[in-house]
């Protein structure tokens, strides 16, 4: 018999946002496997660490930001072989994942190279979109409101082209795109419905209104834009 392939969402950062049964998956799997950013630590591994039990076997996968895929696919190329090891020889292996792995999540692609072949779980999380709504204090939408998630490194085109027909606009990976986009939100007339958002659930967390940031954002941010059906929601935290 092989073991099990978890993919675990983590939530966006507090530790007690763990589902109960990604906390169950945790505490009893042999082995962990986690993204590790080039020069710094594993975000999702921290997010776990607190409820590690200790003397489980951990798989770091050295990744970088690059617009370049290829590193990426070489990293996980790597680290698949070594993680099948592990399901081939019987034991449980958890894929740490920050927010949900299926929404914009490195799960992905390990997921791609193993679950053809082993027996493969995914467990949601609390995205980092949900959270970012809840720190603002303003619901992501209301009833008949079209809800649109946008990355901040599609160029202006079609970033205004998406905007366009949507109520509710999260734009996530903001990072080095964040003059850019937050200047295309000015042009667009909407920077007074607009709300930025770092580090969600985290003890540096911040959220105010867009018009009051300066220019540069973590990766780890968010813009929300409501100009939807409601507008009593539309008020800043």
């Known amino acids: ?8 969402g983590l939530g966006p ?13 945790l505490r009893s799997v042999p082995v962990i496997a986690y993204p590790l950013a080039e020069g710094g630590d594993s975000f999702a591994r921290r997010i776990a660490a607190p409820h590690l039990p200790g003397e489980q076997e951990e798989i770091a996968i050295p990744l970088r930001m690059s617009a370049d895929r ?4 070489a990293a996980y190329d790597a680290a698949a072989p070594r993680i099948a090891a592990c399901l081939q020889a019987g034991r ?30 995914v467990v949601p999380g609390i995205s980092s979109v949900m959270a970012a709504a809840a720190a603002a204090r303003r619901p992501l939408s ?20 998406a905007m366009t027909g949507a109520d509710s606009i999260a734009i ?7 003059a850019r986009v937050k200047a295309l939100i000015r042009q667009e007339g909407l920077l007074e419905r607009a709300l930025f958002a770092e580090r969600v659930t985290l003890p540096d967390e911040r959220v105010l209104p867009l ?27």
């Open 1 to 8: 018999m092989t073991g099990t392939l978890y993919g675990l």
């Open 13 to 25: 950062g507090d530790p007690e946002l763990l589902t109960l049964k990604a906390h169950r998956i």
């Open 70 to 73: 290829a590193p990426g696919r």
């Open 92 to 121: 449980d292996v958890a894929v740490l994942c920050e927010g949900d792995p299926f929404f914009y999540g490195s799960f992905l692609y390990l997921f791609a190279r193993l679950a053809g072949r082993f027996p493969t779980v």
């Open 142 to 161: 209301a009833r008949h409101d079209t809800v649109l998630v946008l990355p901040a490194t599609l160029p202006d085109e079609a970033l205004r082209a």
């Open 172 to 178: 996530l990976k903001l990072g080095r795109h964040f």
């Open 211 to 237: 018009a009051e940031t300066g220019d540069a954002a973590p990766y780890f941010s968010m813009i929300l834009v409501y100009r939807g059906s409601e507008p009593d929601i539309t008020g800043a935290p």
